[in-house]
């Protein structure tokens, strides 16, 4: 079978846990419900025509990559900062800790990224002894619960107030409160201490942009624009796949990627960042990098039917949208990415063979497709990597009684008079107490509603019909 | 090893050649012609887009001034201290309207470890803003006139901004400045007060950048030039 027993029993669980259920399901619906609003054709009539346009802009930088990544490069350094090449988590880690050494850096603050997170770059760091902090309000009660994030845009979701108590509690010195605000501000204080005394600070890029050189983040707390202003090094690490041509695409992307995520006009904060800090500003860091990192999208973007894949703003509206992450929640994918951009991207990134079961975890009710800002085509992409998995295990003698069934079936079909007769028989077995649950289609049943068949078939009734006329 | 004859491949030619290899490119090929963006500049007359400005911005929680003349900045400035301190950005607008002479205001810092220490210290930071987006209820702040800090670290931020540089919106934006990178190593947009939802989804103000913003929009034909 494709899913291992214990991820099996693990969804289970998170099905029948009515703490989370109701989490996922309230915070999902808010989500749902205001990126309603702001696309609706009302307060965007433009909605369709800038989706069209984003997934246009996309595709062109995809099929140019080459071009934008050296543009992109020679702005960079035009400006005094330095682009970093990496094939993979170890080198973005390796260039890292080779940068804190030779500057003395001890600790280093990092503002939300997923492309981190991909690479479980804080745990690399902290196995060197260098304290990356996390400074997201959710990202940082994640961190001190040694937890993963659940959701792209909403890490700690699956956590209630009184769980955050129970982590400050456990992990910081004051008092313990179970009310948002003041946890929140004690986050506030005990980060801001981090903030001025990091040698580092890392973030991710919501886009690089290659006629300027820059990155675009995006955020609500301030945190992002902390960690790229106090300390005097900043690091952004982003995947080769966020370029867009020019800083004027953004007035498409923007206004996407808030509405879609969060519902919002625009985050709280925008920032656009070109370089270390020039003669006669007053501050801003001394040192600017941007690590372009590879791990498996040159892979993905050699496919060219799968390459729209790449597209993603990481809006996370799909997620919000999808029946099944809203029912299994985000600790069951596996790997950071998690919803249906989880269930594409991740085993693109990792081989198919890794997890078989995720282009499966989906209805195909196209519920994603239909909010991705970027307009990723995700049923068709779940529908070919089945069709890669299934190969894939055909290709080792894998599912072999599934696929001789289907094989009997194709067959039986063809031939009208065994048919009817095969079908009079499988009926009045499938009728017997129990039938479902026995025999090599047990499992197969165990997780589908298998109707039961009616006594007579319709070829039957209609037969007889004919014949009392 | 030395002398083995191997040439070790840089993780840039790598992936370069990678990505060219995907895509069935050359090195030094050219690129297709590049999809132009949407960007159509709405009609707002100026009054409109200040009120509209003002109720975007009123909805996130932040809070919007009108001011006649730069005196008057001043005076709601000082209205909006109550003699608390603050610390307040070079900008030549704000130094004609007079509020560094407000009392407990402090300004112009020689070297950055002490406006650091000045930003974590003010309940109020006080800068100018180069552009107002009306559609989003943004302004606009660039690192070629204001410290970053400023509008950062206290938990309190008062931004003035010239009716004349109240753009519609992102659109007008990009048409005024394609290319933003080319006068500052940082452009921010901020949009309300600093906000997050991530315990339980409940409205949080002032997480880590100010819980509250004051936008003091004020006429000024003659005032400055940027
Ligand atoms: S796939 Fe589309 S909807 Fe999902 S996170 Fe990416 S951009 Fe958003």
Redesign the interface.
């Known amino acids: 079978m494709l899913m291992k027993p214990e991820q099996e029993k693990q969804i289970r669980q998170t099905v029948a846990d009515p703490k989370i259920q109701l ?1 996922l399901y ?2 999902t619906a ?1 989500l749902k419900e205001k990126r309603e609003e702001v696309v609706a054709p009302e307060a965007l009539p ?1 909605y369709q ?2 989706r069209t ?1 984003a997934n ?2 996309k595709k ?1 930088t995809l ?8 543009e992109f490069e020679a ?1 960079v350094e035009a ?1 005094g900062g330095k682009v970093v ?3 993979n988590g170890q ?1 973005v880690t390796d260039f890292i800790l080779g940068l804190a050494r030779e500057r003395g850096v001890k600790m280093l603050v990092k503002s939300k990224s997923m492309t981190t997170e991909e690479i479980h770059l804080n745990e690399r760091l902290e196995h060197h002894h260098l304290e990356a902090v996390e ?4 990202e940082y ?1 994640i961190q001190l619960a040694h937890d993963r994030p659940y959701h792209i845009v ?4 699956h ?3 009184q769980d ?1 108590a129970d982590v400050f509690e456990k992990n910081l010195t004051d008092p313990r409160t179970e009310e ?2 003041k ?3 004690i ?2 204080r005990n ?2 201490e981090k903030f ?1 005394e990091a040698g580092i600070g890392i973030s991710g890029a919501n886009f690089l ?1 290659a ?4 990155v675009c983040i995006v955020e ?4 992002a ?2 960690t790229t ?2 300390p005097p090094i900043h690091i952004a690490v982003a995947g ?1 796949e966020k370029m867009i ?8 992307f ?2 996407l990627l808030a509405r879609s995520g ?1 519902g ?15 003669g ?5 860091p001394a040192e ?1 990098y941007v690590v ?1 990192m ?1 791990n498996g999208r ?2 993905l ?2 496919d060219a039917e799968k390459r729209q894949s790449l597209y993603c703003i990481r809006c996370g509206a799909c997620l919000n949208a999808c029946p099944v992450y809203r029912k299994i929640g985000g600790h069951n994918y596996p790997g950071a990415y998690s919803g249906p951009i989880g269930a594409i991207i991740t085993p693109q990134y990792q081989g198919i063979a890794k997890d078989p079961w995720l282009p499966f975890a989906s209805s195909l009710c196209g519920a994603c497709a239909e909010v991705c800002p970027v307009k990723i085509d995700i049923p068709k992409i779940l529908l070919d990597l089945r069709k890669e998995v299934m190969e894939d295990r055909a290709a080792r003698g894998d599912g072999f009684l599934e696929r001789k069934a289907f094989q009997m079936y194709g067959w039986l079909t063809r031939r009208p008079k065994l048919y009817a007769l095969a079908g009079r028989i499988g009926a009045r077995m499938a009728r017997a107490p129990g039938a479902a649950s026995m025999g090599p289609a047990a499992k197969w049943a165990s997780v589908r509603e298998v109707p039961l068949p009616a006594r007579k078939s319709f070829r039957d009734q209609w037969r007889e019909r004919e014949k009392s006329k | 090893m030395a002398g083995t004859g191997e040439i070790e491949v840089t993780p840039r030619e790598e992936i370069l050649d990678r990505v060219r290899k995907a895509l069935g490119r050359k090195a030094g090929q050219g690129r297709d012609r590049v999809p132009e963006p949407r960007i159509r500049i709405p009609e707002i007359p100026p009054e409109r887009r200040v009120a509209l400005f003002a109720e975007r911005l009123e909805a996130l929680g932040g809070k919007v001034y009108r001011a006649a003349a730069l005196a008057q900045v001043r005076d709601i400035t000082a209205g909006i201290l109550e003699g608390s301190a603050a610390v307040c950005s070079m900008d030549p607008l704000l130094e004609k309207a007079g509020i560094p002479g407000l009392p407990g205001v402090v300004s112009g810092f020689g070297d950055e470890p002490s406006l650091r220490a000045a930003c974590a210290a003010a309940p109020f930071g006080i800068t100018g803003a180069d552009y107002g987006l009306a559609e989003t209820g943004s302004i606009v702040t660039r690192s070629v006139s204001e410290a970053r800090l400023i509008s950062l670290l206290p938990p309190a931020h008062i931004a003035v901004l010239p009716v004349s540089r109240m753009l519609t919106g992102l659109d007008e934006f990009y048409s005024e400045l394609p290319m933003p990178a080319d006068a500052a190593s940082s452009t921010v947009f901020i949009t309300g007060p600093s906000r997050s939802a991530d315990i339980e989804m409940i409205l949080v103000r002032g997480v880590h950048g100010p819980r509250v913003i004051h936008v003091i929009v004020v006429d000024e034909e003659h005032a400055t030039n940027r």
């Open positions: 989490a309230s915070a808010r433009e025509e800038l346009q246009r802009i062109h099929e140019n990559l080459d071009v934008y990544l050296e702005n400006h090449y990496a094939r080198e400074t997201d309000l959710g009660i909403a890490p700690a979701v956590m209630t107030r955050v948002p605000g946890q929140a501000m986050a506030r980060l801001r001025l942009v006629d300027s050189g820059a609500n707390e301030g945190n624009r902390l202003t106090a080769i041509p020019r800083a004027r695409d953004l007035a498409v923007l206004k969060t919002q006009l625009l985050t709280v904060y925008t920032s656009f960042l070109s370089g270390p800090r020039r006669g500003e007053a501050d801003g600017f372009l590879d040159t892979r973007l050699a």
